[in-house]
Protein backbone atom coordinates (compact mmCIF):
# COMPACT_ATOMS: atom_id res chain seq x y z
CA UNK A 1 0.00 0.00 0.00
CA UNK A 2 1.26 3.54 -0.98
CA UNK A 3 -0.35 6.81 0.16
CA UNK A 4 -1.73 7.38 -3.34
CA UNK A 5 -4.01 4.43 -2.56
CA UNK A 6 -5.96 5.93 0.69
CA UNK A 7 -7.71 8.43 -1.70
CA UNK A 8 -5.64 11.76 -0.54
CA UNK A 9 -5.72 14.67 -2.80
CA UNK A 10 -2.43 15.03 -4.60
CA UNK A 11 -1.72 18.86 -3.48
CA UNK A 12 -1.55 16.55 0.21
CA UNK A 13 0.42 13.44 -2.07
CA UNK A 14 3.09 16.03 -3.17
CA UNK A 15 3.50 17.52 0.23
CA UNK A 16 3.94 13.87 1.95
CA UNK A 17 6.51 13.13 -1.01
CA UNK A 18 8.22 15.84 -0.07
CA UNK A 19 8.59 14.73 3.31
CA UNK A 20 10.37 11.58 1.95
CA UNK A 21 7.47 9.60 3.17
CA UNK A 22 6.16 6.79 0.30
CA UNK A 23 4.53 4.25 2.45
CA UNK A 24 1.69 5.19 5.19
CA UNK A 25 2.45 3.65 8.98
CA UNK A 26 -0.23 1.16 9.82
CA UNK A 27 -2.36 3.83 11.81
CA UNK A 28 -2.42 6.28 9.12
CA UNK A 29 -3.24 2.77 6.43
CA UNK A 30 -6.25 2.10 9.02
CA UNK A 31 -7.51 5.58 9.94
CA UNK A 32 -6.61 7.99 6.86
CA UNK A 33 -9.95 5.76 4.45
CA UNK A 34 -12.41 6.33 7.52
CA UNK A 35 -11.50 10.01 8.25
CA UNK A 36 -11.74 10.56 4.46
CA UNK A 37 -15.13 9.72 4.91
CA UNK A 38 -16.59 11.41 7.89
CA UNK A 39 -16.95 8.50 10.02
CA UNK A 40 -15.58 9.32 13.92
CA UNK A 41 -12.34 7.57 14.60
CA UNK A 42 -11.51 5.54 17.95
CA UNK A 43 -7.79 5.11 17.55
CA UNK A 44 -5.60 3.51 20.06
CA UNK A 45 -1.82 4.53 18.70
CA UNK A 46 1.11 6.28 20.64
CA UNK A 47 2.98 8.53 19.84
CA UNK A 48 5.96 7.47 17.54
CA UNK A 49 3.20 5.49 15.22
CA UNK A 50 2.39 8.36 12.75
CA UNK A 51 -0.91 8.73 14.00
CA UNK A 52 -0.38 12.94 13.80
CA UNK A 53 -0.07 12.60 10.02
CA UNK A 54 -3.28 10.02 10.19
CA UNK A 55 -5.95 12.65 10.87
CA UNK A 56 -3.47 15.92 9.48
CA UNK A 57 -3.36 14.42 6.45
CA UNK A 58 -7.24 13.55 5.57
CA UNK A 59 -8.21 16.89 7.41
CA UNK A 60 -6.47 18.97 5.13
CA UNK A 61 -8.25 17.24 2.33
CA UNK A 62 -11.62 17.76 4.44
CA UNK A 63 -11.59 21.11 5.22
CA UNK A 64 -10.34 22.19 1.28
CA UNK A 65 -13.56 23.08 0.44
CA UNK A 66 -15.38 25.67 2.19
CA UNK A 67 -14.63 29.05 4.38
CA UNK A 68 -13.48 30.13 7.94
CA UNK A 69 -15.45 32.72 9.58
CA UNK A 70 -14.23 35.40 12.05
CA UNK A 71 -13.82 33.93 15.26
CA UNK A 72 -15.32 30.16 13.92
CA UNK A 73 -12.46 27.62 13.39
CA UNK A 74 -13.94 25.31 11.04
CA UNK A 75 -12.09 22.07 13.38
CA UNK A 76 -10.31 22.21 16.62
CA UNK A 77 -7.51 19.57 17.47
CA UNK A 78 -7.28 19.34 21.07
CA UNK A 79 -3.43 18.28 22.99
CA UNK A 80 -2.49 18.01 26.35
CA UNK A 81 0.59 19.91 26.19
CA UNK A 82 2.48 22.79 24.70
CA UNK A 83 4.96 21.02 22.85
CA UNK A 84 2.57 18.49 20.53
CA UNK A 85 0.33 21.35 20.32
CA UNK A 86 3.57 22.90 18.20
CA UNK A 87 4.37 19.93 16.89
CA UNK A 88 0.79 18.97 15.51
CA UNK A 89 0.98 22.85 14.27
CA UNK A 90 4.06 21.96 12.19
CA UNK A 91 2.78 18.90 10.58
CA UNK A 92 -0.42 20.92 9.70
CA UNK A 93 1.95 23.66 8.20
CA UNK A 94 4.74 20.92 6.35
CA UNK A 95 1.54 18.72 4.75
CA UNK A 96 -0.88 21.93 3.93
CA UNK A 97 1.28 23.71 2.09
CA UNK A 98 0.33 23.08 -1.06
CA UNK A 99 -3.38 23.53 0.64
CA UNK A 100 -4.24 27.45 1.14
CA UNK A 101 -5.37 26.86 5.00
CA UNK A 102 -5.33 29.28 8.03
CA UNK A 103 -4.23 27.75 11.33
CA UNK A 104 -3.93 29.27 14.21
CA UNK A 105 -2.23 27.19 17.59
CA UNK A 106 -3.55 28.22 21.12
CA UNK A 107 -1.47 27.41 23.34
CA UNK A 108 -0.36 28.98 27.48
CA UNK A 109 3.08 31.63 27.56
CA UNK A 110 2.58 33.25 24.37
CA UNK A 111 0.36 36.11 24.05
CA UNK A 112 -3.07 36.51 23.47
CA UNK A 113 -2.86 39.39 21.13
CA UNK A 114 -1.22 37.32 18.31
CA UNK A 115 -3.43 34.45 19.08
CA UNK A 116 -6.11 37.13 18.92
CA UNK A 117 -5.69 38.89 15.47
CA UNK A 118 -5.67 35.39 13.61
CA UNK A 119 -9.13 34.38 15.21
CA UNK A 120 -10.34 37.04 13.93
CA UNK A 121 -8.97 36.81 10.88
CA UNK A 122 -10.86 33.26 10.58
CA UNK A 123 -9.17 29.93 11.21
CA UNK A 124 -9.60 26.39 9.50
CA UNK A 125 -7.52 25.05 11.76
CA UNK A 126 -7.44 25.39 15.94
CA UNK A 127 -4.83 23.73 17.69
CA UNK A 128 -4.79 23.94 21.06
CA UNK A 129 -4.19 23.28 24.80
CA UNK A 130 -7.36 23.35 26.67
CA UNK A 131 -6.55 25.49 29.52
CA UNK A 132 -5.94 28.62 26.77
CA UNK A 133 -8.70 27.56 24.71
CA UNK A 134 -11.00 27.87 27.60
CA UNK A 135 -9.26 31.56 28.25
CA UNK A 136 -10.54 32.74 24.94
CA UNK A 137 -13.56 31.07 24.81
CA UNK A 138 -14.34 33.42 28.44
CA UNK A 139 -13.08 36.45 26.37
CA UNK A 140 -15.48 35.58 23.85
CA UNK A 141 -12.80 35.64 21.68
CA UNK A 142 -13.54 32.32 20.01
CA UNK A 143 -17.01 30.28 19.16
CA UNK A 144 -17.16 26.53 18.74
CA UNK A 145 -20.41 26.90 17.40
CA UNK A 146 -19.11 26.22 13.79
CA UNK A 147 -16.00 23.14 14.33
CA UNK A 148 -17.57 20.63 12.31
CA UNK A 149 -14.20 18.23 12.71
CA UNK A 150 -12.77 17.51 16.45
CA UNK A 151 -9.59 15.53 17.45
CA UNK A 152 -9.15 14.84 20.85
CA UNK A 153 -5.33 13.86 20.90
CA UNK A 154 -3.82 12.22 23.76
CA UNK A 155 -6.93 11.57 25.68
CA UNK A 156 -5.16 9.23 27.89
CA UNK A 157 -2.58 11.75 28.96
CA UNK A 158 -5.23 14.45 29.22
CA UNK A 159 -6.97 12.42 31.75
CA UNK A 160 -3.70 11.85 33.67
CA UNK A 161 -3.29 15.61 33.43
CA UNK A 162 -7.02 15.79 34.87
CA UNK A 163 -8.14 18.18 31.63
CA UNK A 164 -11.21 15.96 31.16
CA UNK A 165 -13.73 18.43 32.47
CA UNK A 166 -12.46 21.48 30.58
CA UNK A 167 -12.50 18.95 27.58
CA UNK A 168 -16.42 18.22 28.13
CA UNK A 169 -16.89 21.81 28.85
CA UNK A 170 -15.21 22.40 25.25
CA UNK A 171 -17.62 19.54 23.47
CA UNK A 172 -20.48 20.70 25.32
CA UNK A 173 -20.10 24.15 23.31
CA UNK A 174 -19.95 22.09 19.64
CA UNK A 175 -22.56 21.38 17.74
CA UNK A 176 -23.37 17.35 18.20
CA UNK A 177 -23.21 16.91 14.50
CA UNK A 178 -19.68 16.73 13.67
CA UNK A 179 -17.01 14.44 12.95
CA UNK A 180 -15.08 13.35 16.19
CA UNK A 181 -11.65 11.72 16.06
CA UNK A 182 -10.46 10.16 19.42
CA UNK A 183 -6.77 9.28 19.68
CA UNK A 184 -5.56 7.52 22.69
CA UNK A 185 -2.22 5.62 23.57
CA UNK A 186 -3.99 2.89 25.87
CA UNK A 187 -7.99 1.90 25.37
CA UNK A 188 -9.38 1.19 29.06
CA UNK A 189 -12.80 0.59 29.68
CA UNK A 190 -12.03 4.48 31.66
CA UNK A 191 -10.78 5.61 28.28
CA UNK A 192 -13.93 3.66 26.43
CA UNK A 193 -16.59 4.96 28.16
CA UNK A 194 -15.18 8.46 27.62
CA UNK A 195 -14.87 8.19 24.36
CA UNK A 196 -18.67 7.16 24.04
CA UNK A 197 -19.16 10.45 25.82
CA UNK A 198 -17.79 12.03 22.80
CA UNK A 199 -18.07 9.76 19.49
CA UNK A 200 -20.90 8.47 17.34
CA UNK A 201 -21.14 5.03 15.89
CA UNK A 202 -17.01 5.09 15.82
CA UNK A 203 -14.64 3.17 13.28
CA UNK A 204 -12.16 1.48 15.73
CA UNK A 205 -8.45 1.65 14.49
CA UNK A 206 -5.84 0.63 16.56
CA UNK A 207 -1.49 -0.20 15.96
CA UNK A 208 -0.53 -2.48 18.99
CA UNK A 209 2.12 -0.41 21.21
CA UNK A 210 5.48 -0.61 20.84
CA UNK A 211 7.16 -3.18 23.04
CA UNK A 212 10.29 -3.72 21.11
CA UNK A 213 13.68 -1.05 20.27
CA UNK A 214 15.17 -0.44 17.23
CA UNK A 215 17.67 -3.08 16.81
CA UNK A 216 19.87 -0.16 15.92
CA UNK A 217 20.01 0.99 19.68
CA UNK A 218 22.68 -0.68 22.16
CA UNK A 219 21.11 -1.00 25.80
CA UNK A 220 22.98 -0.78 28.54
CA UNK A 221 22.97 -0.25 32.33
CA UNK A 222 25.19 0.60 35.41
CA UNK A 223 23.91 -0.11 38.79
CA UNK A 224 25.05 2.09 41.56
CA UNK A 225 24.58 3.96 44.95
CA UNK A 226 22.59 6.88 45.13
CA UNK A 227 24.98 9.57 45.52
CA UNK A 228 26.87 8.03 42.68
CA UNK A 229 24.77 8.54 40.44
CA UNK A 230 26.09 11.72 39.09
CA UNK A 231 29.87 11.22 39.34
CA UNK A 232 28.52 7.91 36.99
CA UNK A 233 26.99 10.08 34.82
CA UNK A 234 29.44 12.17 34.18
CA UNK A 235 31.79 9.05 33.41
CA UNK A 236 29.37 7.61 31.14
CA UNK A 237 29.25 10.84 28.80
CA UNK A 238 32.72 11.52 29.35
CA UNK A 239 33.41 7.78 27.73
CA UNK A 240 30.91 7.68 24.97
CA UNK A 241 30.78 9.73 21.53
CA UNK A 242 27.81 12.03 22.44
CA UNK A 243 26.27 14.16 19.66
CA UNK A 244 23.03 14.95 21.15
CA UNK A 245 21.07 13.27 24.35
CA UNK A 246 18.27 13.51 25.94
CA UNK A 247 18.70 12.34 29.83
CA UNK A 248 15.55 11.84 31.82
CA UNK A 249 14.79 12.64 35.02
CA UNK A 250 11.62 11.58 36.89
CA UNK A 251 11.16 14.87 39.33
CA UNK A 252 10.84 18.28 37.75
CA UNK A 253 12.72 19.05 40.87
CA UNK A 254 16.27 16.39 39.86
CA UNK A 255 16.10 18.17 36.47
CA UNK A 256 16.95 21.20 37.63
CA UNK A 257 19.55 19.85 39.83
CA UNK A 258 21.32 17.51 37.16
CA UNK A 259 21.17 20.78 34.93
CA UNK A 260 23.52 22.69 37.53
CA UNK A 261 25.62 19.88 38.58
CA UNK A 262 25.96 19.28 34.71
CA UNK A 263 26.93 23.10 33.47
CA UNK A 264 29.17 23.33 36.99
CA UNK A 265 31.49 20.54 35.40
CA UNK A 266 31.16 22.21 31.96
CA UNK A 267 28.61 20.18 29.86
CA UNK A 268 26.88 22.10 27.53
CA UNK A 269 23.39 21.19 28.62
CA UNK A 270 19.70 22.41 28.79
CA UNK A 271 16.56 21.78 30.63
CA UNK A 272 13.08 20.98 30.04
CA UNK A 273 10.23 20.16 32.30
CA UNK A 274 6.80 22.01 33.42
CA UNK A 275 7.21 24.36 35.24
CA UNK A 276 9.78 26.24 32.68
CA UNK A 277 8.42 29.55 30.81
CA UNK A 278 6.75 28.29 27.69
CA UNK A 279 9.64 30.92 25.94
CA UNK A 280 12.32 29.40 27.75
CA UNK A 281 10.92 25.95 26.25
CA UNK A 282 10.37 26.50 23.27
CA UNK A 283 14.05 28.47 22.76
CA UNK A 284 15.74 25.20 24.53
CA UNK A 285 14.29 23.24 22.60
CA UNK A 286 15.34 25.15 19.09
CA UNK A 287 18.69 25.36 20.36
CA UNK A 288 18.93 21.45 21.58
CA UNK A 289 17.17 21.01 17.34
CA UNK A 290 19.94 22.32 15.88
CA UNK A 291 23.04 20.99 18.17
CA UNK A 292 23.87 24.36 20.25
CA UNK A 293 22.75 22.27 23.16
CA UNK A 294 24.07 18.86 23.16
CA UNK A 295 22.29 17.55 26.79
CA UNK A 296 19.07 18.46 27.22
CA UNK A 297 17.88 16.84 30.50
CA UNK A 298 14.27 16.21 30.88
CA UNK A 299 11.10 14.70 32.35
CA UNK A 300 8.63 12.38 30.48
CA UNK A 301 5.75 14.66 29.91
CA UNK A 302 7.74 17.58 28.67
CA UNK A 303 9.62 15.68 26.51
CA UNK A 304 6.79 13.46 25.72
CA UNK A 305 6.10 13.40 21.65
CA UNK A 306 8.92 15.40 21.13
CA UNK A 307 10.46 14.30 17.51
CA UNK A 308 14.13 14.98 17.29
CA UNK A 309 16.37 13.28 14.62
CA UNK A 310 19.97 12.21 15.08
CA UNK A 311 19.71 12.07 18.78
CA UNK A 312 22.55 10.00 19.50
CA UNK A 313 22.28 8.92 23.05
CA UNK A 314 19.22 8.91 25.47
CA UNK A 315 20.45 8.49 29.29
CA UNK A 316 17.62 7.42 31.95
CA UNK A 317 19.63 9.14 35.10
CA UNK A 318 16.51 7.58 36.68
CA UNK A 319 14.98 4.20 35.93
CA UNK A 320 11.15 5.15 34.93
CA UNK A 321 8.69 4.40 36.93
CA UNK A 322 6.27 3.32 34.08
CA UNK A 323 7.89 0.25 32.08
CA UNK A 324 6.47 2.25 28.90
CA UNK A 325 8.05 5.32 29.80
CA UNK A 326 11.66 2.79 28.68
CA UNK A 327 10.44 2.56 25.52
CA UNK A 328 9.32 5.79 24.97
CA UNK A 329 12.49 7.16 26.53
CA UNK A 330 14.98 5.30 24.36
CA UNK A 331 12.75 5.47 20.74
CA UNK A 332 14.21 9.09 21.03
CA UNK A 333 17.56 7.25 19.62
CA UNK A 334 18.58 4.95 16.99
CA UNK A 335 15.78 6.59 14.67
CA UNK A 336 15.07 5.71 11.01
CA UNK A 337 17.89 2.79 11.14
CA UNK A 338 20.81 5.40 12.59
CA UNK A 339 22.13 4.01 15.84
CA UNK A 340 21.48 4.88 18.83
CA UNK A 341 22.54 4.30 22.66
CA UNK A 342 20.35 4.20 25.67
CA UNK A 343 22.29 4.02 29.07
CA UNK A 344 20.80 3.70 32.50
CA UNK A 345 21.66 4.58 35.97
CA UNK A 346 19.80 2.46 38.17
CA UNK A 347 20.11 2.01 42.34
CA UNK A 348 19.12 -1.37 44.09
CA UNK A 349 15.53 0.15 44.77
CA UNK A 350 14.68 0.31 41.32
CA UNK A 351 14.78 -3.46 41.05
CA UNK A 352 10.56 -3.31 41.21
CA UNK A 353 10.25 -0.67 38.40
CA UNK A 354 13.30 -3.15 36.61
CA UNK A 355 11.58 -6.26 36.37
CA UNK A 356 8.37 -4.41 34.90
CA UNK A 357 10.48 -2.94 31.87
CA UNK A 358 12.00 -6.69 31.60
CA UNK A 359 8.53 -7.83 31.64
CA UNK A 360 7.12 -5.75 28.55
CA UNK A 361 10.32 -5.87 26.38
CA UNK A 362 10.76 -9.15 27.18
CA UNK A 363 14.99 -8.59 27.61
CA UNK A 364 16.95 -7.79 30.80
CA UNK A 365 19.11 -4.51 30.26
CA UNK A 366 23.11 -5.73 29.74
CA UNK A 367 24.70 -4.79 32.84
CA UNK A 368 27.80 -2.35 32.15
CA UNK A 369 31.15 -1.85 34.05
CA UNK A 370 31.43 1.47 34.58
CA UNK A 371 35.62 2.33 34.89
CA UNK A 372 36.96 4.81 37.26
CA UNK A 373 34.27 3.26 39.78
CA UNK A 374 36.90 4.23 42.79
CA UNK A 375 36.70 7.69 41.84
CA UNK A 376 33.47 7.77 41.44
CA UNK A 377 32.87 6.17 44.78
CA UNK A 378 34.71 8.80 46.26
CA UNK A 379 33.19 12.03 44.33
CA UNK A 380 29.98 10.35 45.76
CA UNK A 381 31.32 10.28 49.36
CA UNK A 382 32.29 14.36 48.45
CA UNK A 383 28.95 14.77 47.63
CA UNK A 384 27.36 13.42 50.58
CA UNK A 385 29.21 15.10 53.01
CA UNK A 386 28.45 18.72 51.55
CA UNK A 387 24.95 17.17 51.38
CA UNK A 388 24.69 16.39 55.20
CA UNK A 389 26.34 19.84 55.85
CA UNK A 390 24.32 21.45 54.11
CA UNK A 391 21.49 23.35 56.57
CA UNK A 392 18.57 22.83 53.63
CA UNK A 393 19.11 18.84 53.13
CA UNK A 394 19.20 18.65 56.78
CA UNK A 395 15.52 19.92 57.03
CA UNK A 396 14.32 18.24 53.62
CA UNK A 397 15.75 15.07 56.04
CA UNK A 398 13.97 15.51 59.17
CA UNK A 399 10.51 16.02 56.35
CA UNK A 400 10.94 13.32 55.02
CA UNK A 401 9.10 9.78 54.76
CA UNK A 402 8.73 6.68 52.91
CA UNK A 403 5.37 7.38 51.54
CA UNK A 404 6.41 10.52 50.45
CA UNK A 405 9.53 9.79 48.67
CA UNK A 406 7.22 7.13 46.68
CA UNK A 407 4.79 10.23 45.76
CA UNK A 408 7.59 12.41 44.72
CA UNK A 409 9.22 9.54 42.95
CA UNK A 410 5.68 9.61 40.65
CA UNK A 411 5.34 13.44 40.66
CA UNK A 412 3.50 13.10 36.99
CA UNK A 413 -0.26 11.85 37.69
CA UNK A 414 -0.53 8.95 35.94
CA UNK A 415 -3.19 6.57 35.05
CA UNK A 416 -1.51 3.50 37.37
CA UNK A 417 -1.39 5.31 40.74
CA UNK A 418 -4.40 5.47 42.91
CA UNK A 419 -7.27 5.40 40.38
CA UNK A 420 -10.27 7.47 41.98
CA UNK A 421 -8.12 10.44 42.84
CA UNK A 422 -6.63 12.23 39.25
CA UNK A 423 -4.33 14.76 39.06
CA UNK A 424 -6.38 16.87 41.76
CA UNK A 425 -5.42 20.23 40.62
CA UNK A 426 -3.42 19.98 36.89
CA UNK A 427 -1.37 23.00 37.67
CA UNK A 428 -0.32 21.25 40.94
CA UNK A 429 1.36 18.50 39.06
CA UNK A 430 3.91 18.35 36.22
CA UNK A 431 1.36 20.00 33.68
CA UNK A 432 3.37 21.42 30.86
CA UNK A 433 0.54 23.65 30.36
CA UNK A 434 -0.29 25.60 33.86
CA UNK A 435 -4.06 26.40 33.86
CA UNK A 436 -5.60 29.20 34.05
CA UNK A 437 -6.73 31.45 37.21
CA UNK A 438 -10.35 31.02 36.69
CA UNK A 439 -9.40 27.72 38.16
CA UNK A 440 -6.26 28.09 40.51
CA UNK A 441 -9.16 30.64 42.35
CA UNK A 442 -11.56 27.65 42.05
CA UNK A 443 -9.22 24.72 43.04
CA UNK A 444 -6.37 26.07 45.43
CA UNK A 445 -8.80 27.50 48.39
CA UNK A 446 -5.73 28.02 50.41
CA UNK A 447 -5.19 30.84 48.10
CA UNK A 448 -7.83 33.21 48.09
CA UNK A 449 -7.28 36.20 50.47
CA UNK A 450 -9.06 37.04 53.38
CA UNK A 451 -10.61 40.61 52.88
CA UNK A 452 -9.58 41.78 55.93
CA UNK A 453 -7.84 40.15 58.76
CA UNK A 454 -9.77 40.50 61.23
CA UNK A 455 -12.92 40.15 59.02
CA UNK A 456 -13.65 36.56 59.02
CA UNK A 457 -17.15 36.31 57.22
CA UNK A 458 -15.62 37.07 53.53
CA UNK A 459 -13.27 35.23 51.71
CA UNK A 460 -12.77 36.18 48.26
CA UNK A 461 -13.40 33.81 45.40
CA UNK A 462 -15.22 31.11 47.50
CA UNK A 463 -18.65 32.41 47.78
CA UNK A 464 -20.66 30.66 49.95
CA UNK A 465 -17.82 27.30 50.20
CA UNK A 466 -16.25 28.53 52.67
CA UNK A 467 -14.30 25.90 54.35
CA UNK A 468 -15.13 26.62 58.32
CA UNK A 469 -10.81 26.71 59.21
CA UNK A 470 -10.88 29.41 56.81
CA UNK A 471 -13.11 31.67 59.14
CA UNK A 472 -10.76 31.20 62.09
CA UNK A 473 -9.22 34.71 62.61
CA UNK A 474 -5.59 35.20 62.33
CA UNK A 475 -4.22 35.87 65.64
CA UNK A 476 -1.71 38.66 65.80
CA UNK A 477 1.54 38.70 67.06
CA UNK A 478 0.90 41.11 70.14
CA UNK A 479 -1.66 38.62 71.00
CA UNK A 480 0.69 35.89 71.81
P1 LIG B 1 3.88 10.82 15.28
O1 LIG B 1 3.52 9.48 15.83
O2 LIG B 1 2.76 11.44 14.54
O3 LIG B 1 4.45 11.71 16.34
O4 LIG B 1 5.04 10.60 14.19
C1 LIG B 1 6.31 10.11 14.53
C2 LIG B 1 7.33 10.33 13.43
O5 LIG B 1 7.02 9.54 12.28
C3 LIG B 1 7.43 11.76 12.94
O6 LIG B 1 8.80 12.06 12.80
C4 LIG B 1 6.80 11.73 11.57
O7 LIG B 1 7.32 12.72 10.73
C5 LIG B 1 7.17 10.34 11.09
N1 LIG B 1 6.26 9.79 10.08
C6 LIG B 1 4.95 10.07 9.93
N2 LIG B 1 4.43 9.36 8.90
C7 LIG B 1 5.44 8.62 8.40
C8 LIG B 1 5.52 7.68 7.34
N3 LIG B 1 4.49 7.35 6.61
N4 LIG B 1 6.71 7.11 7.12
C9 LIG B 1 7.78 7.39 7.88
N5 LIG B 1 7.76 8.27 8.90
C10 LIG B 1 6.61 8.88 9.16
Avoid at 133 to 148: A, F, I, P, T, Y
Avoid at 170 to 185: E, N
Avoid at 212 to 229: D, F
Wanted: hydrophobic residues 35%; contains cysteine.
Amino acid sequence: MNFADLGLSPEVLKAVGDSGYDTPTPIQEKAIPYVLMGRDVLGTAQTGTGKTAGFTLPMIDILASGQAKSRMPRSLILEPTRELAAQVADNFENYGKYSKLSMALLIGGVSFSDQDAKLDKGVDVLIATPGRLLDHVERGKVLLNGVKTLVIDEADRMMDMGFIPDVERIVSLMPPLRQTLFFSATMSKEMRKLADKFLINPKEVAVSPPTSMAATVTQGMITVQKAEKRPALRQLLKREEVKTAFIFCNRKKDVDILLGSLEKHGFNAGALHGDLSQSHRMETLEKFKNGDIKLLVCSDVAARGIDVSSVSHVFNYDVPSHAEDYIHRIGRTGRAGMEGHAYTIATKSDSKYLEAIYKLVGMKIPELTLEGMDKIAEEASQIEEREKKSPRSRQNRSRSSAPKREAARTEEPRAARPKKKPAPTPDTSETPEPQNNRRQTAQKPHRARHTNDDDNSQVVGLGDNVPAFFKIPFRKSAEK
